[in-house]
């Protein structure tokens, strides 16, 4: 299907504004890394429609026990998870690869230790139960630099947790999977992207998640860029930001 793109009046200061919103994104990336914040940015659409590509976020790496603390100089004593508690349903967590913890991953939470997680026509179930989803229309997502429409639900997690989800279709392996029992000390992430994401129904991937790999919760967007154009079409850069996303909690 055609789309045109909105052609907006530009203004002379516009591109001196981005630039300065841009910079003070930056400084407070860095004024905020410390041992309880860490910024992050998605690269990939797997958490669409929640996180887009090109949004920016602060995870709080004290969420569930900081499993890499480790303060300049500092003794042992002062290194490794220092306390730890489990994330709950529904929570978007940021976590290490577990086949290479040089890659950091987003997704959320849908099964703790001991949960029965499957999918079945497309539709979660845990423990048996039937997680319900309501229809909200279509969505328009941009994947790649391809615009699709997909169908937007908002899904129920057991413990009441609410959260919009993509489908584009319900049947195939990844929408009838086997019944995945998580075991201790670990959780069960997938993405929002359903029907586009590597997660914890992939065993010789992601699969479950280890408790001590997770970095954090991700809180809030701080910054979010289109970023359609090339770089050094620096005029553009004011409509590109998505300043609807700035500051925006994630749940």
């Not at 423990?127 to 989803?133: A, D, I, T």
């Not at 001590?212 to 079409?233: C, K």
């Amino acid at each position: 299907m055609a789309t045109t793109k909105a052609n907006p009046r530009r203004q002379s200061n516009a591109w001196v504004e981005n630039i300065k919103t841009i910079v003070y994104a930056g400084l407070i990336a860095i004024g905020v890394r410390t041992i309880a914040f860490e910024p992050f940015n998605i690269p990939s659409g797997s958490m669409i429609p929640t996180l887009l590509v090109g949004d920016y976020l602060f995870v709080s790496k004290f969420s569930y026990g900081y499993s890499s603390f480790s303060l300049p100089f500092s003794p042992p004593l002062f290194s490794g998870r220092i306390f730890g508690s489990l994330p709950k349903r529904g929570d978007v967590v940021v976590f290490k690869y577990p086949r290479d913890t040089s890659i950091d991953y987003i997704k959320r939470v849908i099964g703790l230790p001991g949960d029965r997680v499957q999918v079945r026509g497309g539709q979660l179930y845990i423990n048996g139960e039937l997680c319900p989803r309501q229809p909200k229309g279509d969505y328009q997502a941009d994947e790649s630099g391809v615009r699709m429409v997909r169908k937007l639900y908002v899904e129920t997690l057991p413990n009441g947790m609410k959260h919009e989800l993509l489908k584009e279709r319900d049947d195939g392996w990844v929408n009838n999977t086997q019944e995945y029992v998580v075991p201790a000390d670990h959780v069960f992430a997938m993405g929002d992207n359903r029907d586009n994401s590597a997660d914890s129904r992939f065993m010789d991937g992601v699969g479950f998640v280890p408790v001590d790999n997770l970095v954090g919760r991700a809180e809030v967007l701080f910054f979010s860029i289109d970023a359609e154009y090339p770089w050094w079409e620096f005029w553009q850069w004011p409509f590109e930001i998505r300043w609807s996303r700035l500051l925006k909690s994630i749940n």
